[in-house]
């Protein structure tokens, strides 16, 4: 786990696209993207949506998209996402 992802994914304030982060695992053949929206915003558990940012502007339904909830940021890191 490289610990600067983990002290940037807590920091949201750091995140140049608040209050979304990009993520990306590279563990598979195909890499996935992600976003990681801020916890004070979506609750205190980390939920990376399998969804491209550009597909996030306007409005849209978050519990319309794939998703993966973690129980901590720590658990996120090690199934392989990493900032973008």
């Known amino acids: 786990m490289d ?3 983990l002290t940037f ?3 949201p304030r750091n995140w ?3 209050p979304i982060c990009r993520l990306v ?3 598979q053949s195909v890499p996935r ?3 990681l929206i801020e916890r004070g915003v979506m609750g205190p558990e980390p939920i ?3 969804v491209n940012m550009n597909d996030l502007m306007g409005e849209v339904d978050l519990n319309k998209l794939d998703k993966m ?4 940021f720590e658990d996120l890191l090690e199934d392989g996402w ?3």
């Open 48 to 50: 990376v949506y399998l």
């Open 16 to 18: 140049p696209r608040w």
């Open 3 to 5: 610990e600067r992802d």
């Open 25 to 27: 695992n590279r563990m």
């Open 82 to 84: 990493e900032v973008d």
């Open 9 to 11: 994914v807590q920091t």
């Open 33 to 35: 993207i992600g976003v």
């Open 69 to 72: 909830e973690f129980d901590s």
